[in-house]
């Protein structure tokens, strides 16, 4: 059974900074093409970050150059470091996890709120 359980979100100011983490169990994932997505209020999901088995990485325009996704292979943990953030970024971030094409899973989610 494939889990993904993050953790990190809450309130920070504009400008500040947070840390998401992601335990994943259940997959092989020095395999794995791992991702962060998020979700605003009245919005679609929307890709924030991925990161491939062989370590490369793809970012959203909109957080390019703030937002910096990496993994723990030994841990099985997926990180997302968010710098200078914006009340846009304001949303639901879910984990997501695609051991193989036909296969897609995701976390619960965690809340950031960017506000003053």
């Known amino acids: 059974q494939v889990t993904l359980v993050e953790s990190g979100g809450g309130l920070v100011q504009p400008g500040g900074s947070l840390r998401l983490s992601c335990a994943a169990s259940?997959?092989?994932?020095?395999?794995?093409?791992m991702g962060w997505y998020r979700q605003a209020p009245g919005k679609q999901r929307e890709l924030a970050a991925t990161?491939?088995?062989?370590?490369?990485?793809n970012y959203a325009v909109s957080v390019k150059g703030r937002f910096t996704i990496s993994t723990d292979n030994a841990k099985k943990m997926v990180y997302l470091q968010m710098n200078s953030l914006k009340p846009e970024d304001t949303a639901v971030y879910f984990c997501?996890?695609?051991?193989?094409?036909?296969?897609?899973?995701w976390g619960r989610g965690t809340q950031v709120t960017v506000s003053s």
């Open positions: 997501n996890a695609r051991p193989t094409i036909y296969e897609n899973y």
């Open positions: 990161i491939t088995s062989d370590g490369s990485t």
């Open positions: 259940g997959i092989i994932f020095s395999r794995t093409a």
